[in-house]
Each structure stands twice: as C-alpha cells, then as structure tokens.
C-alpha cells in the first residue's frame, strides 16, 4: 500500500498563478485533510472532507478551495496564489472511528514569488 | 491565537538518557490529546494519544502524561535513541474542535551519541 501520496512535492508560481494539489490514498479512507505547516506555527487545517462529495471549511480556508470527487481522492486548488500561500502543504486520511489518528502525506513544497 | 502551546522549540539529549517534551493548550474543552512525530521531508507519523478520562498512557519507550487541572501534558522517551531524532507535535482536539486537531508548533529533539 502507496498509503496518502501528495503530487507534485515542489513547485514554484508566480503571483496570480493558479494550481491545483492532489492528494490521493489507498486506505479506503472516509475523512480526508488539507493542512498547511509554517514556520514556528505547526500545522494549521485548510479544508476537511467527511466523505465524498463532501467538503467544510478549517481554519484557514481562504484563499483555497477543494473538491472531493472520489473517494480516494482529495484536490486543494489556489485559483490565484499569493506571497503569503508559500507554505508546506500536507494531507491526510483518516477513519471516522479514529479520526485524531491521521496518516499523512509527504508534503508539497509551494513557493509564491 | 495558538490554542496548542509547545514552548521549546528545540531539546538536545545524550543517548540513554530521557528527553521530556511540554505542551500547554488554552481550551478547556480539549479531551483528546495525541503526540505526531516528523523526520525531514516525509509527513507526521501518529505516535501515542491520551483521553481526557486518562493521566497516563505508555507504549514501549514512550510515555504521555495528561495534567488537566494545568492544562498540560508531556511526552517522556525513555532510554532516547539516535532515532528519535525527529520534530514532535503535540496535537489537540475535542469541543467545537471535533475531528479537527490544532498542532503545536513543534519540538526539534536530537539525540547525540
């Protein structure tokens, strides 16, 4: 088992660029999670899903948005990135019996210039 | 405002010995309680968690303590390994939080031989 794969793990924009992240796992997994992680602020939830189709707001949404078509795969799209988007983006699954205990991905590296 | 406290950034210890790590939270509503681990360019990894219900749970080398009254709980590795050399998050949910964790910052520990 891959587990959560995250694609691409670098990329560079340029303000006003848009971008899509994928994350996809193979642990048939009900609850999927975008967090982004900056320095000296751990990680911090942009957007949640509870099953497919389904998508909610954490706690740093804006900015983003995301789309969960199939099960297994969760999709954070910047439609116009921004400086302030340059960040380490993450995401996990989890079941919703154990929801705290998440898996994650490997990260993306994202640069806004 | 950081709901999820972890005042040192890094801790250096000698192999053998323990390495305590803190975390504070702010939100009485708090039940849960879990520990993530990180090595360079690879996502958390869950390590070991804590009900509200508990002051105590222990896996292997790994201990987390829960003092709700100080809103505080640790993390102690017993013997420390080169290893163990990684980032930790604390980590924190329950309340209007449910499902949705707020992380600490994060502690760099480093084991030297």
């Known amino acids: 088992n891959a587990g959560v794969t995250q694609t691409p793990k670098f990329r560079v924009l340029k303000t006003g660029q848009s971008m899509t992240l994928l994350c996809a796992q193979d642990?048939?997994?009900?609850?999927m999670y975008w967090y982004r992680q900056d320095p000296g602020m751990g990680l911090r939830l942009i957007h949640y899903?509870?099953?497919?189709?389904?998508?909610a707001k954490g706690e740093v949404p804006d900015g983003y948005n995301v789309s969960r078509l199939k099960k297994q795969n969760f999709l954070l799209g910047l439609e116009s990135a921004a400086p302030s988007q340059t960040s380490v983006y993450f995401c996990?699954?989890?079941?919703?019996?154990?929801?705290?205990?998440?898996?994650f991905g490997p990260g993306t590296r994202l640069t806004v210039l | 405002d950081q709901q999820v406290k972890q005042n040192s950034p890094s801790l250096s210890v000698q192999e053998g010995r323990i390495s305590i790590l803190n975390c504070d939270y702010t939100?009485?509503?708090?039940?849960?309680f879990l520990w993530y681990k990180k090595y360079p360019a690879e996502g958390p990894t869950f390590l070991i968690s804590?009900?509200?219900?508990?002051d105590k749970n222990e896996d292997g080398r790994f201990t987390v303590f829960l003092n709700k009254s100080a809103k505080h709980l640790s993390l102690h590795i017993v013997p420390s390994q080169p290893g163990d050399s990684a980032v930790y998050f604390c980590?924190?949910?329950?309340?209007?939080?449910?499902?949705?964790?707020?992380f600490g910052a994060g502690t760099q520990v480093v084991v030297t031989p």
């Open positions: 939100n009485s509503m708090f039940d849960y």
């Open positions: 899903s509870v099953g497919e189709g389904t998508t």
């Open positions: 642990m048939n997994h009900e609850y």
């Open positions: 804590i009900s509200s219900i508990k």
């Open positions: 980590a924190a949910s329950g309340g209007v939080s449910w499902g949705k964790l707020q």
């Open positions: 996990a699954s989890s079941y919703p019996s154990s929801y705290n205990e998440q898996f």
